[in-house]
């Protein structure tokens, strides 16, 4: 008993000089452990500003690209008209150049003066809707005077092809817009269908109010074209920027702004646009737009 009374009545062992030293120690690896955490942290954001870096690199090299292939794109299509102008101008200096010669001279001149005006005004368009420049007029509109107008317009440059045109409007479908856009929405489409569609061919142009999905009503163009089809691939992008079709296809020659411009003043008045194939041959493009008074 007394020997286990003088154990207990000890006084605690002094520490040692060791002890000091492993807790130096232990802070150290742990400051160490901190600085490596601290770098593992600096790394992971460093490793992600460089994979910034190179989206937006890669994103810079695609948009070069891009323009440089709109640019030459554009420069092939006004290269053409250019040549045929030079070239009947040149005839037409002639003295040897008969009358009808002549004639058939000068209506070339002015097919191709008509053609590089439309394609200015395409790229004033284009330019306008990405600057955010374009405004427009909302009336109210009848789609019966929009689409007989429109065909009556266009009448001429397909019966050059031997194309004909019909145009059915059933009731009266009225909705608001601007007039001059949806006009020219129309007209492209269906210059786009005169272009492709092959002589003694058809080109139908229809027009209702349906009911949307929503159950909201809608007016309804459709442009049907007896042409070569658009393939799967290019329903998309044929409504792009300076689109170029694949050789061979639909739109090999095309340089893309008239359907560009479709798709973008058709979404400026809460509508779409789509593209199908038809059976057995041809293509219809379909325009919805928002309807006044209902189904």
């Known amino acids: ?34 600085s490596v955490r601290r770098l593992q942290r600096e790394n992971a954001a460093l490793a992600a500003q460089l994979a910034e870096a190179s989206e937006a690199r890669r994103a810079a090299e ?44 000068l209506a070339a ?34 789609a019966r005077a929009l ?14 092809k031997s194309v004909e045109i019909t145009s059915e409007v059933a009731g009266a479908p009225r909705l608001l817009g601007d007039a001059l856009c949806l006009a020219q929405v129309l007209t492209n489409l269906l210059g786009n269908a005169i272009k492709f569609t092959p002589a003694g061919g058809r080109i139908a142009v229809r027009c209702a109010t349906v009911e949307s999905p929503a159950g909201r009503g809608e007016v309804r163009i459709d442009v049907d074209d007896s042409g070569p089809g658009v393939g799967p691939e290019e329903r998309e992008a044929i409504f792009g920027f300076l689109t170029r079709g694949r050789d061979g296809g639909r739109h090999p020659r095309s340089l893309g702004l008239g359907l560009y411009l479709v798709r973008q003043f058709v979404e400026l008045h809460g509508g779409a646009v789509s593209a199908e194939n038809l059976a057995p041959g041809g293509t219809r493009f379909t325009v919805t737009l928002p309807s006044l008074g209902g189904p």
């Open 109 to 142: 001149i002015q097919r191709q003066g008509l053609l590089q005006a439309s394609l200015v005004a395409d790229l004033l368009d284009a330019s306008a809707l990405a600057s955010g420049l374009t405004k427009l007029r909302f009336e109210v509109i009848e």
């Open 1 to 34: 008993i007394l020997w286990s009374a003088r154990e207990v009545d000890e006084p605690a062992r002094a520490p040692a000089e060791g002890d000091g030293q492993v807790e130096a120690l232990g802070r150290a690896l742990f400051e160490q452990a901190e």
């Open 147 to 160: 689409v007989d107008d429109t065909v009556d317009a266009v009448r001429p440059l397909a019966a050059e």
């Open 62 to 105: 695609s948009m070069l690209d891009a323009r440089e292939r709109s640019l030459a794109v554009l420069a092939h299509e006004l290269r053409g008209p250019v040549n045929i102008v030079v070239g009947w101008t040149k005839m037409l200096r002639d003295p040897r150049a008969t009358e009808e010669e002549r004639a058939r001279g």
